[in-house]
C-alpha cells in the first residue's frame, strides 16, 4: 500500500511541477484589454450647467503614474488599433450639452456629437498610438497620444446628480474590446 500511495503522490506533483513552469510564458500572452479613466466634473450656475470631462484626471496622471487615459494594455508595437470611442448617456430628457474642446484636448479627438433620437454623445480618435513597453510590474501598453479634454455648458433650472453610463471601446486587431462604467455627478 505505502509504495501506491508514494506513485500516486509523484504522478499527482508532476503535473503541478510543469503547470509552474509553463506559467512564465502563459503570462506573457495575455489578450490586451481596454482601460483607462476620465475625470468628470459639474458646475451649476444661476442657469447653466457646466460639465468638463479631463482624460488627463487630477494633476496629469495619466497611465502608468495612474489610471486616466485611454489604454490598451498588453499590446505590442505591432497591435492593431483602431475606432476608439467614448460615449457618454445622460438620462432621457436631459437638456442639450454643447460641447467644446479644451486646452490639452489632441486633436485626435472628435467633439462629443449627439447620436440622433438619444440622450448619449459620442467622440472617437483617430489620431496616432504610443506604444510603451513593459517595465517592472506594469504590462506593455499603447495609449492615446492625445488626451480627450472637453467642457459642455447646457441650461438647466435645477442642478440635480446626474448618472451618466460611459461606454469604451477599441477595435484591437480585428476584435472589438469595450467596456461600461456607470458614475454619479
Given at each position: 500500500m505505502r509504495r501506491r500511495a508514494l506513485t500516486r503522490a509523484a504522478v499527482w506533483a508532476t503535473p503541478?511541477?510543469?503547470v509552474a513552469a509553463a506559467a512564465p510564458a502563459i503570462a506573457a500572452s495575455f489578450p490586451p484589454g481596454l482601460q483607462g479613466w476620465t475625470q468628470w466634473q459639474r458646475r451649476c450656475?444661476?442657469?447653466?450647467?457646466t460639465l468638463t470631462?479631463?482624460?488627463?484626471?487630477?494633476?496629469?496622471?495619466?497611465?502608468?503614474n495612474d489610471i486616466y487615459g485611454f489604454y490598451v494594455y498588453y499590446a505590442t508595437s505591432t497591435t492593431s488599433l483602431t475606432n476608439a470611442c467614448m460615449s457618454f448617456s445622460y438620462s432621457p430628457g436631459y437638456p442639450a450639452i454643447t460641447w467644446t474642446a479644451l486646452t490639452g484636448s489632441g486633436a485626435g479627438w472628435s467633439l462629443p456629437t449627439l447620436v440622433p433620437g438619444t440622450s448619449t454623445y459620442r467622440t472617437c480618435y483617430s489620431g496616432p498610438w504610443t506604444y510603451v513597453a513593459a517595465s517592472g510590474s506594469n504590462p506593455a501598453y499603447a495609449i492615446t497620444s492625445q488626451i480627450p479634454i472637453f467642457r459642455g455648458t447646457t441650461t438647466i433650472s435645477t442642478c440635480y446628480s446626474q448618472a451618466i453610463?460611459?461606454?469604451?471601446?477599441?477595435?484591437?486587431n480585428g476584435n472589438v474590446l469595450s467596456f461600461t462604467r456607470t458614475i454619479t455627478i
Open positions: 503541478v511541477i510543469s450656475g444661476f442657469s447653466t450647467t470631462v479631463d482624460g488627463n484626471g487630477p494633476n496629469n496622471l495619466v497611465y502608468p453610463t460611459i461606454v469604451r471601446s477599441v477595435t484591437v
